[in-house]
């Protein structure tokens, strides 16, 4: 129960899915965590309910001063950060996402959130961290290691933070900033999201999720927790020796 103690940790995209839940886990670990999220609805309920070591502010991780006033009120508040999550992200804008049919503005979008925010984020955690040593964990996906035909933009997008995660785990070892930063790799997660990928093509939701056991050779879908399980791993002092690592939880999906 204290595999985070006396940590401070941020998680954006907190309000729901694989953000709440890692916050969940990383409280019961002993962390203070700093919730954000653009749905300030969401994050206000669910730090009230998770209590005195949860904090919400809202937050767009696309908008370079967000992130100031976010690490403003983290220094401000507990001194410093020990813990990223750059969990943020969004699936798509529209129904269809081939390279025949994505058009530039919807390319842009999934980018400028998936990608830009990430960036961010990075920079702006080794700018805190690198006095003090910390770890960096960047939600990527499956897409980012198989062909996502359906999904050109949002693949590409994954593939792009699995990529600057090695880049900035390898300039952070050769600083000796004491930073480490790790990608995690879900495939489809029963989130608002992963309903809204099961619901894209036909907006059978359910007949999508059924069709998982053909799909995952382990025949089960994963739930939030099951991620926020690896999170907590890589986000832990346990994982001390990992870094520029990619931490692939998809039941046997890539394996295939």
Known sequence: MDRL?????????????????????????GAFVLMTDINAEAGKAAAKALGKMAQFLEQDVTKEADWQRVMATIAADSKGIDILVNN??????????????????????????????????????????KGRGGSIVNISSVAAIIGTPTLAAYGASKAAVRQLTKTVAIHCASKDYGIRCNSVHPDPVRTNMGDELMGMYGGKVDAGWKAIPGRVPLKIPAEPVDIANCILFLASDEARHVTGSELVVDGGMTAI
């Open 88 to 129: 943020a992200g969004i699936l798509a804008i529209g129904d269809h996402q081939t390279i025949e049919d994505t058009d530039l503005a919807h390319w842009q979008a999934i980018q400028k959130v998936n990608v830009e925010g990430v960036f961010l984020g990075c920079q702006a955690a080794v700018k805190a961290m």
């Open 5 to 29: 103690a006396n940590k401070v940790a941020l998680v954006t995209g907190a309000a729901t899915g694989i953000g709440l839940a890692t916050t969940r886990r990383f409280i019961e670990e």
